[in-house]
């Protein structure tokens, strides 16, 4: 077994054990955040049943996706800025990092002029730090309704980041709140469309799956520490 394929089957053991620990009952994705990681790395997991990666940055998403020859989904979760809106929405399938109503407004009509619909997930910044992008979550009446006006732009749920704590358990009111502000999202869109709460990464995706996250984005767990020094540009 190599190093990746032992660290998968832990993360994968880990996720079943806190989805048993769930109340939710919820079916959860395994997104294998790749960004900084060789092609090589998302090819071994993709061969090893992973059905989903996540990138950061729209120019490696690309780089790598014009480079790999098995099918999987792309998600795009670091924040996007509007000049890159129009190659995020030609290579990403799911858009996770919807921050504000400006961008929401760029995706929609680069989407518009792509002639696709955009799959996205609004981002709240549930902790308010400053450090966070993320719409406020006070916004997310206005935010939904926005949304629901914008007829190239799919909301399939909600993403968020719990704040970098010592003690995971810290991370649990954040989780529990963005799970809330899920159901309310729900009731702005047609019954089922919204079905993503993408919460958790390395440090805390067990409580976040005990709080009912339908989807995790992992990288360190699974690919070891990112080297940001190996010529592939400033991380987010
Ligand atoms: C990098 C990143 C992750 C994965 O982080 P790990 O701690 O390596 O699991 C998940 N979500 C977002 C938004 C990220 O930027």
Not at 59 to 87: A, C, T
Not at 165 to 182: K, L
Not at 199 to 220: K, N, Q
């Amino acid at each position: 077994m190599s190093a990746i394929e032992e660290k998968l089957e832990v993360v994968k053991k880990r996720i079943a054990a806190a989805k048993a620990r769930s109340p939710y009952r919820q079916d959860v994705t395994l997104v294998a955040v790749t960004k900084f990681h060789p092609l090589e790395d998302m090819e071994e997991v993709l061969r090893l049943g992973v059905k989903e990666v996540g990138e950061n940055r729209v120019q490696e998403l690309e780089d790598k996706r014009s480079r790999l020859k098995m099918p999987v989904v792309w998600n795009l979760q670091g924040h996007l800025q509007k000049n890159k809106v129009k190659k995020a929405v030609a290579a990403a399938d799911l858009i996770q990092s919807v921050d504000s109503v400006e961008i929401m407004e760029e995706i929609d009509k680069r989407a518009g002029q792509a002639g696709k619909v955009q799959d996205v997930l609004l981002e709240f910044n549930i902790s308010g730090e400053t450090s966070k992008y993320g719409l406020p979550p006070e916004s997310l009446d206005e935010a939904a309704a926005k949304a629901g006006m914008l007829p190239h732009i799919r909301v399939k749920g909600l993403m968020c980041m719990a704040p970098m704590v010592e003690d995971v358990e810290m991370t649990r009111p954040v989780f529990r709140r963005a799970h809330e502000m899920w159901e309310v999202l729900k009731t702005y869109f047609p019954k089922g469309q919204v079905s993503v709460l993408s919460m958790g990464m390395t440090r805390d995706f067990e409580t976040a799956i005990e709080e009912g996250a339908t989807m995790v984005r992992v990288g360190t767990a699974i690919f070891g520490e990112r080297n940001y020094a190996n010529g592939k540009g400033e991380t987010k």
